[in-house]
């Protein structure tokens, strides 16, 4: 493992070198931000599976609504029928959830690279490079801690809490938008009454706004790919998903 995190810091520190030129001192923050461009280019394939997958599930939902009448006295039969649709369709219901899963080792080979001391056992000077004022490996508390949210590296936090809420807004506004496009092309008798789903459902919209949690937990070079990773998926689904109900737009906010 030591040694596949020197290759992948030495991978992060070329790619520094290369940005140096443009952005300077800020030249690492830049190369995180590019890294996770290119993870998020090359799952972008699995994105649009998803959107498709999804487009074939919403077809099948008239049958689903029928086959809730005809087992709603039965969740175990509706389940497996349901399930047998999808597997005759040939349609896959985790298929949306792909992106994010390809994703999550990039994440913690970031957050485990900024997060150490020392890798391969040599120090970690990748620790030492800053976005700004604030250092990669350091986190919001250190921030604080160091001028208070207003000082020079809390400054940095704010930036990215802004960046974050913008982002959250779109995909609230959004996510509400669609579910009351669904709600209303959806007659209330086709609707699953599921316990819990209407208090999921309005939890649902908020979701995005649990980014600014993490943003202010982890190091910040990982509050760099997840503020780059979010950004990129807003804008992706936003195309992706733009004729579709709500569906499409309460996929997991990665």
């Known amino acids: 493992m030591s040694s596949f995190m020197s290759v ?7 790619l520094a070198t290369l940005l140096q030129p443009l952005f300077h001192a800020s030249a690492t923050a830049a190369a995180i931000v590019l890294f996770t461009a290119l993870v998020r280019l090359l799952v972008h394939p699995l994105s649009r599976a998803g959107a498709r997958g999804q487009r074939e599930r919403l077809k099948l939902q008239p049958r689903i609504a029928e086959l809730r ?3 709603k006295k039965n969740p175990e039969a509706l389940q497996k029928a349901i399930m047998e649709l999808h597997r005759e369709e040939k349609v896959s219901p985790l298929s949306g959830c792909l992106p994010m899963l390809f994703q999550m080792p990039a994440f913690f080979l970031l957050y485990h690279l900024f997060s150490n001391g020392s890798i391969g056992g040599e120090p970690n000077g990748l620790l030492g490079h800053t976005l700004g004022a604030a250092p990669l490996g350091g986190r919001f508390k250190d921030a604080l801690a160091h001028g208070g949210l207003f000082g020079a590296q809390g400054l940095v936090y704010v930036a990215l809490f802004v960046l974050v809420a913008a982002v959250a807004t779109f995909n ?19 609707q699953p009454q599921v ?9 649902m919209p908020l979701m995005s706004f649990m980014t600014l949690f993490s ?27 733009r004729d579709m109900p709500y569906a499409g737009a309460a996929a997991l906010p990665v």
């Open 215 to 241: 943003v202010a937990y982890v190091p910040l070079a990982a509050a760099l790919y997840i503020v780059t990773s979010t950004t990129w998926s807003a804008i992706e689904r936003a195309a992706l998903y």
């Open 69 to 71: 009448t005809k087992h």
């Open 172 to 190: 609230y506004r959004r996510t509400k938008r669609q579910m009351a496009l669904s709600a209303a092309a959806t007659p209330a008798s086709d």
């Open 8 to 14: 992948f810091a030495s991978l992060v520190e070329h």
């Open 195 to 203: 316990p819990g789903m209407g208090a999921m459902t309005k939890f």
